[in-house]
């Protein structure tokens, strides 16, 4: 698997490509609609992340000591960027995902060609996932201390 830095100039490559940002646009639509359904079930008032303009949901399951994301939008947009977010940090451990410098975010020029509302939708997805991380490292530790 390759790492998180190595997904993440994966995608600075891949925007790099376009000159145009209606053209990065378009890219981010793709991977947006390249995203797995969320579970109808998943679709709650604790997943939905507070911040965010349009609805997001994430789902983020633990299993064998990886964080497991996954999430859905009502926005094609903001799609796209949860599902950057998902291409980098799913299946990583709580410790890469809370110690990851999102570089990839400012690389590729996306948060000065967001609005300031899907900007703060940004944010507040990034928060959240770490937020995930922060509580399944807190439950790991708890369990190999009980």
């Keep these: 698997m390759a790492t998180i830095n190595e997904v993440q100039d994966e995608i600075i490559e891949e925007f790099s490509m376009f000159d145009d940002w209606m053209d990065r646009y378009a890219l981010l639509i793709e991977l947006g609609n390249s995203l ?16 965010c303009q349009s609805r997001v949901w994430l789902q983020a399951d633990y299993i064998d ?4 994301l996954k999430a859905e939008s009502d926005a094609v947009i ?30 590729i020029g996306l948060k000065e060609n ?12 990034i ?3 770490r937020f995930y991380a922060m509580a399944y490292k807190a439950k790991e530790i708890g369990e190999v201390g009980a």
Excluded: H, W
Aim: net charge positive.
């Design 114 to 125: 967001l609005s300031p509302t899907r900007s703060n939708g940004l944010v507040s997805m």
């Design 36 to 51: 797995d359904k969320l579970d109808d079930k998943n679709k709650t008032e604790d997943n939905l992340i507070v911040g």
């Design 127 to 129: 928060k959240q996932i």
């Design 78 to 107: 903001v799609k796209g960027i949860i599902a950057l977010l998902i291409k980098v940090l799913s299946n990583r451990t709580p410790d890469e995902i809370i110690n990851t410098d999102l570089y990839f975010i400012e690389k």
């Design 65 to 68: 000591g990886k964080i497991v």
